[in-house]
């Protein structure tokens, strides 16, 4: 057969329903044909595929260029990584293992999935609101002239189901993006009218609208397929579409499932006349008719290409494609249908109307005619040009240490003159970060970054109080220039700018070092949206202060107890918290370069996780003034902060009891010690700079001799190593104990875990240090006790 051209619209329908097969085969393969071995349900998602086929199909073979950025509804995952197969961007292995280890994610994931993911979702609402902080971050980079050279504005893609929605986080961003005059942002809405439960309430449609216009957003509906529209142009179309326009969902989703005889049982008993409708209806055949009523926008290639072509970038723009979930399988309409699967004899039901033959169900255009038409058509997809559409971006050099000088200060009060010190500096390090905060900057300590870098917004805004000449120690201007972006106080929009910022190198192929600012209680407010970017691997750099009870006078409300412990079970992000400000100036040079590393070793079977390969790092810091210890630090010294903790007062063959502590009870931990030092008793001091850092060594360590390499101890295993057996140890934070308490099983020392267990309540420091028993006294009485015990 001689090869034939195909046109737009009849190739994408064609690659359209292979997607919509091989997602659907891929499912019910990882259900029903690979051996379970340990009975748990696989799972995926045939029906949320399914409505999401046509949309994908279109977007991906007919609209998008390269630099567009696109989050893909978690669910609709089968279909994403159908169409990579067909343009050659994924392997058939990864399809065949689909939600098996190694095979295809079962949500897109741009770390774990070898195919073309640009944004990972999964936690539902979490991938839409990021596109939009993801336009804000190129509207950033656009802004600055760092390389001179012109790049081609990408537009930020979300699709989202209806039901997606739901997530509160997706209004918080609205209200941001309206902030910050969001551009080049589209959201399109699978708009399927069910859920994981059922079907969506009536008059949903309506509110969505009314939300998106209220903030600036262009609205598209994209309700009517080409064929509705023909027919709905035919003598009595104009009351088939008024039918269509008041059916309700579930009744419409019921018809679907049901199919052509009941769709004209239905339509012949609600508005059959035995005139023009009866004669619009009589001239379709069942099939035909169910293809009719199932023809939504957001079930036609005409359509979709239309309207998106329409669509300008600048303005952010809605799209509402109506769908139905599950549409072309047997599961269409069916409101349990979300979790639910196609039998087999559904699935050969779809296998023999997409013209599959047995033994042929994975091949790239089995049942399609005219393949080779096919194979030139992807070829010459925009989207599908040769080569990574990852960026990259070099390394910016760090300009080492900047220490802040003597005195009593707290570690929230020396972040400040740090980045003060770096923005003096005419350095590529302080061009390059940038800043972000969700409503506390100078109560943050941000305030002298800001005076210095300014805030950043498209257009330049002076600063009112400075042009009235009221004195005010912020000088607020905003502008092209600045590098601070100003949030409302909404933790989540935080750690999505975070990621978005976080990944700039990659995404637009200029390097960012964002630094975070927050109220350390809060970290719990965004946990979803932190865990988010750190699954992509965005690198950040977040300073969480002020924290714990030492946060006196702000109560419960304000202390936080648990955030050491989020910081070591967080994936992706290195954690510390530092007692003194020539500690946080070597960390901070540090994390500036461990924010920016890459590399090919496994982080799991490296000496220390992640050294090699990098991530992001969160600082605890604290409000309360401590006097600093004189002393300079030297090369040993820096290394051993950064691997987690130091002898402040190093054990000897004698001792019997070593207090280690960790941040803001360095003083009392030092206090006790001299007490107990006046006793002529052995004491060691240990100064924990990262419960995270040591642990995580020593978990390595654990599983490297597991595997049989006898390699060099931990940090800490080599720290403790000097302390006697019979020593007992006291570990003492203003946090929960068990962030030091796991240290008395690196070597079996007897410990006394001392913390904050319960909310906090107002009152002052040494108040609250000796209710919860971590005062000086405390501490002291603990080290005799555990001293006693250690005889």
Not at 6 to 21: C, D, P, Q
Not at 191 to 214: H, K, M, P
Not at 256 to 279: K, T, Y
Not at 282 to 287: A, G, L, S, V
């Amino acid at each position: 057969m001689a090869k034939r051209d195909l046109g737009r619209v009849e190739a994408i329908e064609a690659l359209t329903r292979k997607s919509l097969w091989l997602a659907s085969w891929m499912v019910h393969h990882a259900n029903h044909i690979r051996p379970n071995v340990d009975g748990v349900k696989v799972g995926g998602h045939q029906a949320s595929s399914a409505s999401m086929a046509t949309l994908l199909s279109t977007l991906y073979l007919g609209v998008l260029r390269p630099e567009d950025r696109v989050a893909v509804k978690p669910h609709a995952a089968p279909v994403f990584h159908a169409l990579q197969y067909l343009m050659g961007r994924q392997s058939l292995q990864k399809l065949i293992d689909f939600r098996a280890f190694g095979g295809a994610q079962s949500y897109p994931s741009r770390t774990k999935d070898t195919d073309d993911v640009d944004i990972s979702t999964g936690s539902v609402g979490l991938g839409v609101a990021f596109t939009a902080f993801a336009s804000m971050i190129q509207d950033y980079v656009r802004a600055k002239d760092w390389s001179g050279k012109e790049t081609s504005e990408g537009r930020m893609i979300a699709l989202a189901g209806d039901a997606e929605l739901d997530e509160g986080n997706i209004y918080e961003c609205l209200l941001e993006g309206w902030k910050h005059g969001l551009r080049n942002c589209w959201w399109i809405i699978d708009y399927n009218r069910q859920s994981l439960d059922g079907v969506v309430r009536e008059g949903l449609y309506d509110r969505i609208e009314a939300i998106f216009s209220a903030f600036g957003w262009k609205v598209v509906t994209l309700k009517y397929g080409a064929l509705q529209r023909a027919a709905f142009a035919e003598p009595g179309g104009e009351r088939l579409k008024a039918w269509i326009d008041s059916c309700p969902n579930a009744l419409y989703s019921a018809l679907m499932f049901r199919g052509g005889p009941a769709w004209r049982e239905r339509l012949d008993n609600e508005i059959g006349d035995q005139g023009d409708v009866s004669a619009l209806l009589n001239r379709r055949n069942d099939d035909e008719l169910a293809a009719l009523m199932a023809n939504l926008g957001g079930h036609c290639v005409e359509s979709l290409l239309e309207q998106f072509g329409a669509a300008g970038s600048d303005q952010p723009t809605v799209f509402i494609a109506y769908t139905v979930k599950g549409w072309g399988t047997p599961l269409a309409g069916h409101k349990d249908n979300h979790a639910g699967q196609m039998t087999s004899a559904q699935i050969a039901q779809l296998q023999s109307a997409h013209r599959i033959r047995a033994g042929h169900e994975w091949e790239r255009f089995e049942g399609l005619d005219h393949a080779d038409a096919l194979e030139t058509f992807l070829a010459d997809v925009p989207f599908n040009r040769p080569g990574s559409r990852r960026l990259t971006s070099p390394p910016v050099p760090t300009i080492g240490p900047q220490y802040v000088g003597s005195g009593a200060t707290s570690t929230q009060a020396a972040f400040g003159k740090i980045l003060d010190a770096i923005a003096r500096t005419d350095s590529e390090l302080a061009r390059r970060i940038v800043t972000t905060s969700p409503d506390v900057t100078v109560s943050t300590n941000l305030g002298a970054w800001v005076n210095r870098r300014n805030l950043f917004a498209s257009t330049e805004m002076a600063d009112l109080f400075q042009k009235e000449a009221i004195p005010s120690t912020q000088k607020w201007r905003f502008g092209p220039d600045g590098q601070h972006l100003e949030l409302g106080i909404a933790e989540m929009n935080l750690f999505l700018m975070l990621g978005a910022a976080g990944l700039s190198h990659s995404l637009f192929g200029e390097r960012l070092l964002p630094i975070g600012t927050l109220y350390d209680p809060f970290i719990a407010r965004g946990l979803d949206a932190l865990n988010h970017a750190c699954y992509q691997d965005a690198r950040f750099l977040l300073v969480a202060t002020p924290s714990g009870v030492s946060l006196a006078g702000e109560g419960g409300a304000h202390q936080s107890i648990s955030s050491p412990l989020i910081g070591m079970a967080q994936d992706g992000l290195a954690s510390f918290e530092p007692a003194f400000a020539d500690e946080l100036s070597i960390i901070i040079d540090w994390a500036f370069d461990y924010m920016q590393r890459s590399g090919d070793a496994r982080p799991d079977l490296a000496d220390w996780p992640r050294d090699i390969t990098g991530g992001s790092v969160y600082l605890r810091l604290s409000t309360r003034s401590i006097d600093q210890v004189p002393r300079t630090v030297d090369p040993t010294l820096a290394d051993d902060i950064i691997r987690g903790a130091y002898w402040l007062k190093p054990p000897t063959a004698e001792c019997d009891v070593v207090i280690a502590y960790q941040g803001v009870l360095a003083s009392e931990a030092i206090e006790a010690a001299g007490r107990l030092g006046g006793d002529r008793r052995n004491v060691a001091v240990l100064a924990v700079t990262s419960a995270d850092r040591l642990n995580a060594g020593w978990q390595a360590a654990q599983r490297a001799r597991l595997h049989g390499n006898d390699g060099d101890a931990s940090h800490i295993e080599k720290l403790l190593s000097d302390v006697p057996r019979h020593a007992g140890l006291v570990t003492a934070i203003d946090a929960h104990p068990a962030t030091l308490g796991w240290m008395g099983s690196v070597l079996g020392h007897r410990t006394i875990a001392l913390g904050v267990e319960h909310f906090g309540q107002t009152g002052t420091v040494n108040d609250l240090y000796r209710h919860f028993e971590i005062d000086a006294q405390a501490i002291e009485e603990a080290a005799r006790n555990a001293a006693r015990n250690s005889r």
